[in-house]
């Protein structure tokens, strides 16, 4: 079976921030939901939180980042601190509040038991560290991110125009950049100059 692809049954996802997106068809329209649980196409800019779609990662309990440096993991073996330049992943969890602001676009990110796994994909093999401990990502002073948070942080990560990119909002309101010496800081203030993860 073969499906034609038109330009009049695309559309674009474009992210409005909160952990929410909107849909433009390609000649300039909005989807929008309506009441009765179906989907109608609007002509104007919409601005109503009604208008916006949430997203949910229901399919990634757990993830690894990548940024053109390398691989988000731990600064070194006795330190907490992540950097962006390593050649391992490092896997971490995914965690939706329970107090409602996941439709806010919220996550908690959280290492796993320190370990290393393996995973067989002919022919080769792929090795991946787990995270620490079971303790959070939050901010440092410097702005720095750690993974040593006994209470969890308010991240969130909005999708980019790219294919399988995000930006992570850190919980000061900054976005995560990504340096090639490693350094990653909560000091982006537009989403546009953040750094764009893989994931």
């Known amino acids: ?3 034609l692809q038109s330009i009049e049954t695309s559309f674009q996802i474009q992210s409005v921030g909160h952990g929410r997106i909107k849909f433009q068809t390609s000649n300039e329209k909005f989807l929008v939901p309506h009441a009765t649980g179906h989907l109608r196409v609007v002509n104007e800019q919409i601005s109503s939180n009604d208008a916006y779609f949430s997203i949910k990662f229901i399919n990634r309990p757990f993830c690894i980042f990548k940024c053109d440096f390398g691989h988000i993991g731990y600064r070194n073996k006795q330190s907490r601190i992540l950097e962006c330049n390593k050649a391992l992943s490092t896997l971490f969890s995914l965690e939706e509040p329970h107090d409602g602001t996941h439709s806010e676009g919220i996550i908690y990110l959280k290492g796993l038991e320190n370990s290393t796994i393996s995973i067989k994909i002919i022919p080769v ?3 991946f560290t787990l995270g620490s401990d079971g303790v959070y990502w939050e901010i440092l002073n410097d702005l720095s991110i750690c993974v040593n948070g ?3 942080s308010k991240f969130a990560l909005e999708l980019c125009p790219s294919h399988s990119r995000v930006v992570i909002k ?3 309101g900054m976005y995560l950049r990504a340096e090639q010496n490693g350094s990653i800081q ?3 203030q537009n989403s546009r100059q953040a750094t764009q993860w893989e994931f």
Do not use: K, Q
Request: aromatic share 20%.
């Open 186 to 188: 909560a000091t982006c």
């Open 125 to 127: 093999f792929l090795f």
């Open 170 to 172: 850190a919980p000061n």
């Open 1 to 3: 079976m073969h499906f």
């Open 150 to 152: 006994c209470e969890p």
